[in-house]
C-alpha cells in the first residue's frame, strides 16, 4: 500500500511564494507517474503539474512559467514551488501517484492566496 502524505499548505498573500512537499512510503523511483492537483472551491479536481520517472514534467497552462515540480529520490519526495501566486491559486492541493496500474492519492493540503 503506496501512502502519499502533503504538507506546505497555508495562508499566502498574492504574489507570494509556496513550497509544497509530498512524502511518499515508497521509493518514487518505483512510481511511474507523480502529479500535483488541486481543487477549488465548487470546481473539479484538475491537473497542476506531473512528472514521470523519466522525467519529463507537465504543467497545467494556468501555471507554466509560475510552478516548478520537482522530485528528490533520496527523500522519496516530490515537491511543487509556486512562485508568483495568484487568489484564483487558492485550492486543496493532491498529490498524486501511479504504480503499474494502481492511482494513489494523498489527503491534500489546503493552500489561499489572499489579494
Known amino acids: 500500500q503506496v501512502q502519499l502524505v502533503e504538507s506546505g499548505g497555508g495562508l499566502v498573500e498574492s504574489g507570494g511564494s509556496r513550497r509544497l512537499s509530498c512524502l511518499a512510503t515508497i521509493s518514487i523511483f518505483r512510481l511511474d507517474y507523480m502529479g500535483w492537483y488541486r481543487q477549488a472551491p465548487g470546481k473539479e479536481r484538475e491537473l497542476v503539474a506531473h512528472?514521470?520517472?523519466?522525467?519529463?514534467?507537465h504543467y497545467a497552462d494556468s501555471v507554466k512559467g509560475r510552478f516548478t515540480i520537482s522530485r528528490d529520490n533520496a527523500k522519496n519526495t516530490v515537491s511543487l514551488q509556486m512562485n508568483s501566486l495568484k487568489p484564483e491559486d487558492t485550492a486543496v492541493y493532491y498529490c498524486?501517484?501511479?504504480?503499474?496500474?494502481?492511482?494513489?492519492w494523498g489527503k491534500g493540503t489546503l493552500v489561499t492566496v489572499s489579494s
Open positions: 512528472s514521470t520517472s523519466g522525467g519529463t514534467t
Open positions: 498524486n501517484g501511479v504504480l503499474f496500474d494502481m492511482v494513489y
